[in-house]
């Protein structure tokens, strides 16, 4: 209710307490949706400060403010060295002014994402400058229609049948809800009319309250069951909102969402843990593959005459397996790669060793962060998180829109970039130099990260999961059979001046994969 008419009635005229025969002394802007107006006189410094980012539109009225020295430009020329006469509250309107002494008025008009800051010349009907620009309307907005008239009277409130909304448009989000707890749309009107009379008392009564709504704090003119704060005074109350929902409210949300992302880390390396420990102990129990090489060839004669399956006798468990060939496949062929697979298993299952004890360091190194975020109390602590975690960038932006598609395979991420742009900022910002990266040899394509996370080894799994992802990202997307070039990031350079997404790679080798993209790798789609 902060910004409705009936709270500003109230602030207004301790606005003018706090303000009157103060000098402005300067006006400026930060970031282009907060305007800050500075005021002096012999006893104290005071500021206005208006913060217009919808959906988090908020003022206060701080006694110190610490002007950044860069990023910052002057506004309002007009009202330097004015002096500051009164402040009063738009008859119904979520608007205030400020009289200053050259006769200029000044507008806060309180709209939701329409807010703005209005400078009116004296005797100008319209204003000459706008905070706000890109909100044209109000160009054309006249001084003398802020101001609202409603009949308050009960024969006007019978002619509406008391509708609520149309009798008293201001009254806000938090009075409509008190009464539709009373059942005021199903009552009769004389009841209606009494649950008015009643809200407005209260309306009409000096007690602010803080309190906690749909996980945001609000302010409330209304008697409340769990109040974070009560206030007598007005500026004060909007002071403490100020700072508890947008100061302290976003430091709350950023910290949780960035919490909720390590967390999510954490999850994962779990569960690449637990499935490759599975994986790791069927690969030991189970029977090598040279075993089922040994039996085919033993009965090389059951493929013949063309045949591409059989039931063969395992001598080694004495049960009967079934063996499949592919086309034009040989029965020796199948056996060689069986007995190269079996060769590889040791190799294997160490690589899977070595990676699952990477992941479990991984995994503790989240947890650590987690319990030091947990422990952070300030935006200037988390700044100092942020930046000592800078490894971490990903995640830290991931509010914001990032220049590369994310896939998860097998516990690693894999980044794909989304343009030629996002391919040049995807190496420049998010890389690092053990991270491995891939793309289509000799055509035009997107980059590719498999994210290292301190793991020397990738599992050739995870490589050509990712180079089958850089083949289909690239012009070779409708080939059988694609070349892609690897090596790790710190061999990849930019070279200035050149397109975007040209590099230079050094010390990069060669796979030959079949181009699939995330649909048929991961059963989903971009």
């Known amino acids: 209710m902060h910004l409705n008419y009936h709270f500003l009635k109230f602030l207004c005229p301790e606005l003018q307490l706090a303000f009157k025969g103060k000098t402005i002394v300067s006006c400026f802007s930060q970031n282009k949706d907060e305007l800050l107006i500075e005021t002096e006189d012999e006893g104290e410094s005071r500021f206005i400060r208006a913060h217009f980012l919808a959906p988090q539109i908020y003022f206060s009225f701080p006694q110190n403010f610490q002007r950044a020295k860069r990023n910052s430009i002057n506004l309002f020329p007009e009202i330097i060295h004015d002096v500051i006469l009164e402040c009063s509250v738009f008859d119904f309107e979520r608007a205030f002014c400020f009289l200053l002494k050259s006769g200029n008025r000044l507008v806060f008009k309180l709209h939701a994402n329409r807010s703005n800051v209005l400078l009116y010349p004296e005797n100008s009907s319209l204003p000459s400058t706008l905070f706000r620009n890109n909100i044209s309307e109000d160009k054309e907005l006249g001084f003398s229609s802020l101001n609202k008239n409603f009949d308050l009277s009960k024969s006007a409130f019978i002619e509406l049948e008391g509708n609520a909304s149309r009798f008293l448009p201001t009254l806000g989000a938090l009075p409509r809800k ?37 996980e945001e704090v609000q302010l409330s003119l209304l008697p409340e069951e769990e109040v974070i704060k009560s206030f007598s005074s007005p500026i004060k109350a909007v002071n403490e909102l100020f700072y508890l929902a947008l100061v302290r409210g976003n430091f709350e949300r950023e910290k949780k969402s960035l919490l909720k992302k390590y967390q999510e880390q954490v999850k994962r390396s779990k569960s690449y843990v637990e499935k490759s420990t599975k ?111 800078g490894e971490d960038k990903a995640l830290q932006k991931e509010s914001v829109i990032l220049p590369f598609k994310a896939f998860e395979f097998e516990g690693f991420s894999i980044w794909v970039g989304k343009s030629a742009q996002a391919n040049d900022e995807m190496l420049r910002g998010y890389s690092k130099k053990d991270d491995l990266w891939l793309h289509a040899r000799m055509v035009p394509g997107s980059h590719v990260l498999i994210k290292a996370s301190g793991m020397k080894i990738i599992p050739a799994g995870v490589l050509e999961t990712a180079a089958q992802l850089a083949a289909f990202y690239s012009k070779n997307k409708n080939e059988s059979l694609a070349p892609v070039i690897y090596t790790e990031a710190k061999f990849v350079r930019k070279v200035k001046g050149s397109p975007a997404g040209s590099v230079v790679v050094e010390k990069e080798k060669v796979l030959m994969v079949v181009p699939k993209g995330p649909e048929e790798l991961f059963g989903k789609g971009d």
């Open 279 to 389: 994986k790791l102990e069927e690969l030991r129990n189970s029977a090598p593959p040279s075993q089922l090489a040994d039996v085919i060839m033993a009965n090389l004669h059951a493929f013949q005459n063309g045949n591409l399956e059989a039931e063969l006798l395992d001598f080694y468990s004495g049960e009967q397996v079934k063996v499949k060939l592919k086309p034009n496949q040989k029965p020796q062929d199948l056996a060689a790669s069986l007995y190269r697979k079996s060769k590889n298993r040791k190799l294997e299952w160490q690589q899977l060793e070595k990676t699952i004890s990477a992941k479990k360091e991984q995994q503790l190194l989240f947890e650590l962060k987690i319990e030091e975020l947990d422990n952070i109390g300030d935006f200037r602590g988390l700044k100092a998180f942020k930046k000592q975690n």
């Open 178 to 214: 008190w009464l539709k707890e009373r059942n005021y749309p199903y009552t009769d009107l004389e009841t209606k009319w009494n649950l008015m009379q009643e809200l407005l008392d209260m309306l009409d009564t000096p007690l602010f309250s803080l309190v906690e709504k749909n």
